[in-house]
């Protein structure tokens, strides 16, 4: 199977993030329940099917089974590629007929621009990220904000930090990791890093969340 490229690793990370919301747990993905989102991504499933088949999954495995539901994606891979089968060749095929979508970003970028004009950063740099991303979702850039702005704020927040801040934020990375590395594969490792880094950028930098109450 390929390597992920950038938006395989967003797609592995939406999907890890919405099972363990499913789960109600901080469960992580395992490395065969890895390999069974890669074949979703490069099978073209978009990331919002796979999360409704597996909710629905998870219900009707719950109603079997009650508190001893799945903890294996793996297990659930079978029903959910079913679902899938049905439900995305006709939402692909309808997409080209589609209207375009309503403007429900306005708000957030309301929002942003007022965390802009309000902040006091004296580097400057929250504003500008703030400013930046509503400017994308003014114009349509860019995929689902609503669940990723957050991630996109801190990911563009990282790219101007300094070096000596980027060397400081690496090797708080890497003491948070270390007690999780015997239980990660590669990806796991990857996905699992990004994760705390920009965790990590928001509680160092005070970074707004948006997509979070």
């Known amino acids: 199977m390929p390597d992920l490229d950038d938006a395989g690793l967003d797609y592995l990370g939406a999907i890890e993030g919405a099972w363990r919301e499913l789960r109600g747990v901080g469960l992580y993905l395992s490395g065969a329940d890895h390999a069974v989102v890669e074949r979703w991504y490069h099978a073209g499933y978009p990331a919002s099917l796979v999360v409704d088949a597996l909710a629905r ?3 009707t495995d719950a109603s079997k089974h009650g508190k001893r539901v799945t903890k294996s994606l793996v297990r659930l891979a079978p029903s959910v590629e079913l679902l899938l089968a049905k439900s995305a060749p006709a939402a692909i095929a309808v997409a080209p007929m589609s209207p375009p979508p309503p403007a429900t970003d306005a708000p957030l970028a309301q929002m942003l621009r007022a965390f802009a004009d309000t902040d006091g950063d004296p580097t400057r740099r929250r504003p500008d990220v703030y400013v930046q991303v509503a400017s994308e ?8 904000f609503d669940a990723d702005i957050d991630d996109r704020i801190a990911d563009l927040f990282e790219e101007r930090l300094t070096f000596d801040e980027r060397e400081a934020l690496q090797t708080d990375v890497a003491v948070a990791l270390a007690p999780e590395l015997a239980r990660l594969g590669t990806r796991g490792r990857q996905m699992r890093e990004r994760s705390l880094r920009r965790e990590l950028v928001r509680q160092r930098y005070g970074l707004r969340r948006l ?3």
Do not use: V
């Open 211 to 213: 997509a979070e109450p």
């Open 57 to 59: 999954c998870l219900a």
């Open 137 to 144: 979702l003014e114009e349509g850039q860019g995929d689902a």
